[in-house]
């Protein structure tokens, strides 16, 4: 199956800095979501973006299909911006059904 | 609007019994999707439900694990003869279907104790 790579696996910022997160992928993409989950385990979304470029306030994401990554965008990190954020992926030629989701990078933002 | 909703949110049992979680999609979200998130893990897929079809169960870790689902609403996770190793938080998420989107949307998951 489609194996998914996320990096750093840890990432420590202070508040106010920007970072950029990846996400590696084996085979093509239908569908690709990156995730916060918040200390309450909670998924939150935050892109649905199997290719091309979304901007949502201080977060934006680009996909390049044709290269298999995908990158998250942090600027101005705040410390609610901390917990484990994971890209997802459903491989082309799925039927829309389950995502595989990389192992997670752990941020923490300190004040 | 209403996001997916589970229950129960915590769940302590001993070993060997039988458990049931439950799942309420989005409304009008016709595929409905479970997965599993051990400890410092990521999210393993169990099982999904779409429309009339027959679900993809190609995710259940062992026999012991079933699903059911009633028409395109409630869903329910069963797991018998619980083993310390199905201890995790059980994620169900939902997602529409042929309207140009397959985002998937997670509930807030149920927390499994097997002692």
């Known amino acids: 199956g489609i194996q998914v790579e996320q990096s750093p696996p840890d990432l420590i910022l202070q508040e106010g800095a920007n970072s950029t997160l990846r996400c590696n992928f084996s085979?093509?993409?239908?569908?690709l979501q990156w995730f916060h989950q918040n200390p309450w385990g909670q998924l939150i979304n935050l892109f649905y973006?199997?290719?091309g470029t979304k901007q949502n306030g201080r977060l934006s994401a680009t996909t390049v299909a044709t290269e298999r990554y995908s990158l998250l965008y942090i600027s101005s990190s705040q410390t609610t911006d901390s917990g484990v954020y994971f890209c997802?992926?459903?491989?082309?030629?799925?039927?829309?059904?389950?995502?595989?989701f990389g192992k997670g990078i752990t941020l923490s933002v300190r004040p | 609007g209403a996001g997916v909703s589970q229950s129960p949110s915590n769940k302590v049992t001993e070993k060997g019994k039988d458990v049931e979680l439950r799942c309420d999609p989005i409304?009008?979200?016709?595929?409905l999707y479970w997965y599993r998130q051990r400890l410092g893990q990521g999210l393993e897929f169990l099982i999904y439900?779409?429309?009339?079809?027959?679900p993809d169960k190609s995710g259940l870790p062992s026999d012991r694990f079933s699903a059911e689902r009633t028409g395109e609403s409630v869903s329910t996770l069963t797991i018998q003869r619980t083993q310390q190793e199905d201890s995790a938080v059980y994620l169900c998420?939902?997602?529409?279907w042929g309207v140009g989107t397959y985002e998937q949307y997670f509930g807030p998951g149920t927390r499994l104790t097997v002692t």
């Open positions: 998420a939902s997602s529409p």
């Open positions: 085979d093509s993409v239908n569908n």
């Open positions: 973006i199997p290719s």
């Open positions: 997802a992926v459903e491989g082309e030629g799925g039927a829309n059904s389950k995502l595989t």
């Open positions: 409304s009008g979200h016709t595929a």
């Open positions: 439900f779409q429309g009339n079809s027959a």
